[in-house]
């Protein structure tokens, strides 16, 4: 535990630094409250004990900085008699706790105990809502393709190992599902699952969502906001699609793989980190790598056990059982049932958009449908056919024709189609935008 100790009574201040020292707490000291703040702001510190009178800058007014730049730190009051008053007052602005001088060491300890205690909850608190914004709810590893079995197996073991995972494969296979199931194996399962995904947020937000900034470190860090690596200690960190990461980024990640350390944007101290990270990708590194695009020695470090998760025709024993599931696992639809004939289409599809495509394909047939009993006719024609119509088209406007089918599907319901996608609803937006589609 980190501590700060402002006083200007040079005897208490050493008294009290000697007292904590000994029972095994980093101390600090300051002598006046400018001291204080300069302290907390270049560094972090879990408590601070803090004198309510001090020349030049009471305790009271070093309080009022703490709260309003959102400094990192419990504050017990430290006051005389005479004072009560004013300690009571500071507690209602944020104070965790007050002392009447003189007080017993054994009393301070526990005070500086609980407050620390404190601390490591409001941590707490900001990871489980990180992971409460980025999760989505749980999915189970459906399969029994001796491919994925033998994948299963691998993710055990290294489940077991704090080694670096890249998980490769196309769009859609459930990249970040199986780095879920490597957390859930994991002794880290009691820690964050933190995903970040490299192309979809804009390189200039990249770096402080990642690393986190200091106040004042650009324009509109009105206050200190820790990163995602912070966030993710003692858990696993998830970069989907690590390909995209911007050349700068991957220096930086680069440094922060190999000492599991960091410096928030605009910082000048080492944060340390015990962070395993997991990364995944639809691209083709190493013809990245050739191109100058990726850097080899990040490839290096982060490749350090392969997950290779094969596309949906490679396993298609999978796709009854992935129907099924998704059948049963939404009440509205549970009634509802495929013939064997559309079984069988639904099953030589080659599903280019793997399990995605199928979550939805089946998602829009299910939505549409007016019969419990679902035949082939009622599937998409290029399901029925085998193929898609139009071989030619790119990617990306197989993605539009999709999103868009989807859109229409969900009766122009933004929310709703992206919960189908599986994607943001900013996500979607921007696309639409893209498409020139008005709201």
């Known amino acids: 535990m980190k501590l700060l100790i402002a006083d200007d009574d040079k005897n ?30 270049s560094a972090n510190h879990d408590v601070l004990l803090l004198d309510m009178n001090m020349p030049d800058m009471s305790g009271m007014d070093v309080l009022k900085k703490i709260k309003t730049d959102s400094l990192p730190t419990e504050v017990i009051i430290l006051t005389a008699f005479a004072t009560v008053p004013a300690a009571v007052k500071a507690i209602k602005l944020g104070a965790y706790d007050y002392l009447t001088k003189p007080f017993k060491i054994e009393e301070l300890l526990s ?32 399969t029994q393709s001796p491919l994925m079995l033998n994948i299963l197996e691998d993710m055990k073991k290294v489940a077991r190992s704090d080694v670096p995972v890249l998980i490769t494969g196309e769009s859609g296979v459930g990249k970040e599902l199986v780095a879920r199931a490597i957390h859930e194996a994991s002794e880290r399962s009691d820690g964050a699952f933190i995903p970040i995904n490299c192309g979809a947020i804009p390189e200039n937000m990249l770096e402080s969502e990642l690393f986190g900034h200091e106040k004042g470190a650009f324009t509109g860090a009105l206050a200190q906001k820790p990163g995602l690596l912070e966030v993710a200690d003692k858990g696993i960190l998830f970069f989907d699609e690590i390909g995209e990461l911007p050349a ?8 922060a793989l190999e000492t599991q350390s960091f410096i928030r944007l605009g910082g000048v101290r080492e944060i340390s980190v015990d962070v395993k990270f997991i990364s995944a990708t639809n691209k083709d590194l190493q013809s990245k790598i050739e191109e100058e695009k990726f850097r080899r020695d990040l490839y290096y470090r982060i490749s350090a056990f392969v997950l290779h998760v094969p596309p949906l025709r490679e396993r298609k024993e999978d796709i009854p059982l992935l129907i099924n599931h998704f059948i049963e696992s939404r009440p509205c639809f549970r009634k509802m049932h495929f013939t064997d004939k559309a079984m069988r289409a639904l099953s030589e599809y080659p599903w280019p958009g793997n399990v995605r495509e199928l979550q939805n394909v089946l998602h829009r047939t299910l939505l ?6 679902i035949d082939a006719d009622k599937l998409p ?12 088209q790119r990617i990306e406007d197989v993605e539009r024709e999709h999103i868009l089918g989807v859109l229409e599907a969900a009766g122009g ?27």
């Not at 549409?368 to 009993?373: A, F, P, Q, W, Y």
């Not at 319901?413 to 709201?439: C, F, H, M």
């Open 111 to 142: 005070v500086v105990r609980k407050a620390y205690e404190r601390k490591q909850l409001v941590l707490e608190n900001i990871s489980l809502k990180t992971q409460v914004r980025h999760q989505r709810p749980h999915q189970a590893i459906i």
């Open 248 to 255: 700068p980024l991957q220096v930086k990640l680069l440094r």
């Open 12 to 41: 208490l201040r050493t008294v009290l630094a000697n007292e904590l020292s000994d029972e095994g707490f980093d101390v600090s000291i300051a002598k006046n409250g400018a001291e204080a703040l300069a302290s907390l702001e």
């Open 381 to 392: 024609a290029d399901i029925v056919s085998g193929k898609r119509p139009f071989t030619s």
């Open 413 to 439: 319901n933004q929310k709703k189609a992206a919960e189908i996608l599986g994607i943001d609803p900013k996500t979607l937006y921007r696309k639409l935008k893209s498409y020139e589609v008005k709201d």
């Open 368 to 373: 549409l449908s007016t019969d419990e009993i």
